[in-house]
């Protein structure tokens, strides 16, 4: 079978026409599958009304999966599976509430961050809420070239305490174990990805990066939001608006994403989110 899909956006992403992922793709059909989300950067499936162990299945098509840091969220006997949601029952929320506000790809924090981000819609709000995608790769080929090589070989420090601190202040403190768990990690500022070979920026949540190695603190902070505003202007950036059955799959090694706020007291979210394990950042 033949994958048929067509772009979200001239800047990024792909709906997949044709395939159903309540059922495992042949091996053929994902080939040719993740060769439209290595050229698009996300895929979309709409219309895919997936239980949790189909979701959990169509995640193991992408690799390994992985734990969310926050185990209080995982779907019981269905840890993979991790919870969005404002909704609370019987006083307490159902999953993990305001998550990815601010622009960030997922797990940077982590020495080897995750390499997709598999987000299944349940139930979507009619209005606003969207997730916005932008597009590392064309950020990264758009700079000028003077601060292209001044950037190049450039590491910066991501601290999961710091965008704990500054990101989720309706949650509690992190524990001196939790900060423990989770020690500064260095990643290049442009890295290589794996398999397209293309270069991207990679500079993340400014809630995350404590600074770039080598530049003083004013110049390294001056430059990550130089790069930071850069890589997040509307001409780089799709907006998806979700319906129930919606399915993203978006590669953390060339995009930011941030989720977009809503009218909570009027409406309900409810996502379901596996994550896949990925590899070593390099330039």
């Known amino acids: 079978m033949e ?5 979200l956006d001239d800047t990024i992403g792909a709906e997949i026409l044709n395939v159903d992922i309540t059922r495992s793709m042949d091996v053929d059909t994902y080939r040719q599958v ?3 989300w290595l050229d698009h950067c996300i895929v979309l499936f709409r219309n895919q009304h997936l239980d949790p162990d189909q979701l959990a299945a169509f995640g193991r098509q992408w690799g390994e999966t992985e734990l969310h840091t926050l185990s209080a969220y995982h779907m019981p006997d269905r840890p993979e599976v991790f919870i969005n949601s404002n909704i609370v029952k019987d006083g307490k929320p159902v999953g993990a509430q305001k998550s990815g506000r601010f622009w960030h790809s997922d797990s940077q924090f982590l020495k080897i961050p995750s390499s997709a981000t598999i987000l299944h819609a349940k139930k979507a709000p009619p209005e606003e809420g969207d997730t916005q995608y932008a597009n590392m790769y064309l950020a990264y080929e758009a ?3 003077e601060i292209k090589q001044h950037i190049t070989g450039l590491n910066g420090v991501y601290s999961r305490v710091k965008s704990w601190s500054v990101a989720y202040t309706n949650r509690a403190p ?3 174990e939790e900060k423990a768990r989770f020690p500064d990690v260095l990643h290049p500022i442009v890295r290589t990805h794996p398999e397209t070979g ?4 990679y500079i993340g949540s400014l ?3 404590k600074e770039i190695v080598g530049l003083p603190g004013e110049e390294g902070d001056q430059l990550a939001k130089q790069l930071f505003d850069f890589a997040t202007q509307d001409r780089f950036v799709y907006s998806h608006h979700w319906d129930a059955g919606d399915t993203v799959v978006w590669d953390n090694r060339c995009t ?4 977009l ?3 909570e007291q009027k409406y309900d979210r409810l996502m379901h989110r596996v994550t896949i394990q990925g590899d070593a950042p390099f330039l």
Do not use: N
């Open 3 to 7: 994958v048929q899909f067509r772009p």
């Open 34 to 36: 993740r060769q439209i």
């Open 143 to 145: 700079l000028p070239e």
């Open 174 to 176: 992190m524990s001196e």
């Open 198 to 201: 293309r270069k991207a920026l």
């Open 207 to 209: 809630t995350e990066l």
């Open 256 to 259: 930011l994403h941030r989720a």
């Open 261 to 263: 706020p809503f009218d």
